[in-house]
């Protein structure tokens, strides 16, 4: 990993309040190598939140990091979203997605195991591989009126808001 990548990999580490004590190094990595891609028309959106996140970065450091938007960019976009809409910290939001990815059992060390199971549920998030129901992806519902796979992540997000917060 270069010295820029680690950098920026140490700063999108501080946009998440983890959990738990243990390190998501190895993890982190995985994320922010797999390019997030966009089939649902107006997912490009989260994109352009995942690359914000970046411009955030290069703006509070001055370091350019170059790339295709990764996955990790997107959960910390719209983490923030999720600020915006039902309050809490974006870095509480981006601990509860990693959770809702079944992604917070991995922590480090990161063997060949755990790597191929990163990978699993990274490509069932991009390629909408999850469950009708959204589990396996950024939004379960426990009540869905549609198949979550073919629907924007907007909406996804905000049906998730309004079963976990009906207040809202």
Not at 124 to 137: C, I, P
Request: aromatic residues 12%.
């Amino acid at each position: 990993m270069s010295d820029t990548t680690e950098v920026y990999l140490g700063w999108l580490a501080t946009q998440i309040r983890f959990g738990n004590s243990r390190s998501y190094e190895g993890l982190l990595t995985l994320m922010l190598q797999k390019e997030f891609v966009w089939l649902v028309p107006n997912d490009d959106n989260r994109i352009a939140d995942g690359l914000e996140v970046r411009r955030e970065y290069q703006s509070e450091t001055g370091l350019r990091y170059q790339g295709p938007c990764s996955v990790l960019e997107v959960l910390i976009g719209i983490s923030r979203r999720l600020e915006f809409m039902a309050g809490d910290p974006a870095a509480n939001w981006a601990w509860i997605l990693l959770e809702n990815l079944g992604l917070n059992k991995l922590s480090d060390p990161i063997g060949a195991r755990k790597a191929l199971r990163a990978d699993e549920i990274l490509e069932n998030l991009v390629w909408r591989t999850y469950s009708q129901d959204g589990y396996g992806g950024f939004f379960p519902l426990a009540w869905p009126e549609e198949d979550q796979t073919k629907i924007e992540i907007w909406y996804q997000m905000a049906k998730y808001v309004e079963e976990i917060h009906p207040e809202y």
